[in-house]
């Protein structure tokens, strides 16, 4: 497993802590922060499939 997908996975997991708790805290700055961290997290994963796809794993 690509080190992308790790941390591609832990931002998401945190981007959706934060958005849980801007939308339980009316916070729309938290909110979206999280929001964003989420969708980096995505694409950081998918740049890691990529790699392990191009090694053959």
């Not at 708790?21 to 694409?43: F, I, N, P, Y």
């Amino acid at each position: 497993m690509d080190k992308d997908r790790i941390k591609g996975s832990a931002d998401q997991a945190k981007g959706a802590a934060k958005e849980t708790t801007g939308k339980v805290l009316g916070d729309e700055k938290l909110k979206a922060e999280g929001q964003m961290d989420k969708a980096k997290g995505k694409v950081e994963s998918a740049v890691g499939g990529a790699k392990d796809a191009l090694r053959g794993k």
